[in-house]
């Protein structure tokens, strides 16, 4: 059962009133406070104000500020002229049933309808957020086109420059003149089948011909050609050859698996920009000169493309981190964490740079007992990193607080 709150004062002008209540000691967060144009409540538990007012109020321009240890409520009325008392004189309790109850109706009614305003809002947000996006994208690829459309014509020109050359080159050639009788008697007996004797201009033609002949086809064989297995840097007696190997094999799958049919959809970019590689080195570029939100993107597209390497996953985490979109940054790296399976050497700093991510994350959301796992993790891999080891420390220091006094 409430306690009724009795202690209140007002006061009122032709057009305002001012109530001021008392709060007891209670904090900001814990009042509740509901007001119509005909009824007002303020709870602050096990305290309880509730007033039938006297006249109809504006509720739209209703106010209340809490400061010092008071409530204070502004109620603006909508017939100006003061009032004889703050609240009704009722003593009948159906109609006042019936008037909390169109209250609290009316309050369920005005809250719907801020969440479905607020949804709406949110709906086209996004929907301009998406158009925006596509609108530069779109920029992007006309800019790719007309790019291309010009080296095109570059080169067309160019090469139609060189056939113009080659052409005036073949006619400013002069003929071959035959120099001499002796030439032009040889070719007529030569053409008339008889025997032509070895002159000068033969015996030229002969040396000639001599230094053109090529020499003949050297040999076949066949060269032996052997590679070195590839060994991983740990001790026979500690090694996981079969993690090891399954490891190898996932990122041999990894480097063959392709989205086939979003590289049809991409035809218009060249080899190079449907390159997942080459897409996460731009993202990287982009991520070093702060522009996150184009690594971002970068990184998309290299996961539409290919959706088998945990790098690009672990890399736009790090962007999400940037950007403060935490939730994400904890989807990337457990999805980066989920591909760098099964845990060998030749990723462990793949998996302590994704551990330590996903801890920072958890530590941003204030979640620091999954974010010190996270870092536990990352030590384990990387024990003698000082930095992990200062960052460990602190967020046990944070954790102990948080239990000994909720103040701190």
């Excluded at 609108?135 to 080296?151: A, F, G, M």
Aim: aromatic share 6%; charged share 30%.
């Amino acid at each position: 059962m409430p306690l009724m709150v009795k202690d209140y004062t007002w006061t009122q002008t032709e057009s305002m009133v001012y109530l001021h209540v008392p709060l007891k000691g209670a904090k900001a967060e814990h009042v509740d406070i509901l007001s119509t144009d005909e009824y007002l409540k303020v709870h602050f538990p096990p305290f309880l104000l509730e007033a039938f007012l006297f006249e109809a109020v504006d509720e739209a321009k209703s106010t209340a500020k809490i400061g010092n240890g008071v409530a204070v409520i502004t109620l603006p009325k909508k017939i100006h002229r003061l009032w004889d008392h703050l609240v009704l004189s009722i003593n009948d309790k159906q109609t006042k049933k019936e008037i909390r109850e169109r209250a609290l109706q009316a309050h369920m009614e005005k809250t719907a309808d801020g969440r479905k305003e607020k949804a709406v809002k949110k709906q086209q947000e996004k929907k301009y957020a998406l158009e925006t996006m596509m609108k530069l994208e779109q920029e992007e690829r006309e800019l790719i086109q007309k790019i291309k459309d010009e080296e095109r014509e570059k080169a067309t020109a160019e090469l139609e420059g060189w056939k113009i050359r080659q052409i005036h080159a073949a006619v400013e050639k002069p003929p071959l003149k035959l120099t001499n009788r002796v030439t032009v008697q040889t070719l007529h007996q030569a053409s008339h089948g008889c025997s032509v004797k070895p002159g000068p201009t033969s015996s030229r033609a002969g040396s000639r011909k001599e230094q053109v002949d090529l020499p003949a086809p050297r040999s076949s064989g066949t060269i032996q050609i052997k590679f070195t297995p590839r060994v991983f840097p740990t001790a026979l007696r500690e090694s996981r050859v079969p993690e090891e190997e399954e490891w190898l094999r996932k990122q041999a799958e990894a480097r063959r698996a392709g989205n086939t049919e979003l590289a049809v959809e991409l035809k218009d970019l060249s080899d190079e920009e449907r390159n997942p590689d080459w897409l996460k080195e731009k993202g990287d570029k982009y991520f070093a000169t702060g522009n996150y939100q184009g690594a971002v993107n970068a990184y998309n597209l290299a996961i539409r493309l290919n959706s088998k390497i945990p790098a690009f996953y672990s890399n736009r985490a790090a962007c999400h981190l940037k950007l403060r979109n935490l939730h994400k940054a904890l989807e990337d790296t457990s999805k980066a964490l989920d591909l760098l399976t099964p845990p060998v050497a030749d990723n462990a700093s793949a998996r302590a740079r994704a551990h330590v991510r996903r801890g920072t994350a958890f530590c941003e959301l204030e979640l620091y007992t999954e974010g010190l796992q996270d870092y536990l993790a990352a030590l384990k891999i990387d024990p003698q990193n000082e930095v992990l080891q200062a960052d460990a420390h602190r967020i046990r220091q944070i954790i102990q607080g948080c239990i000994t006094g909720p103040e701190n």
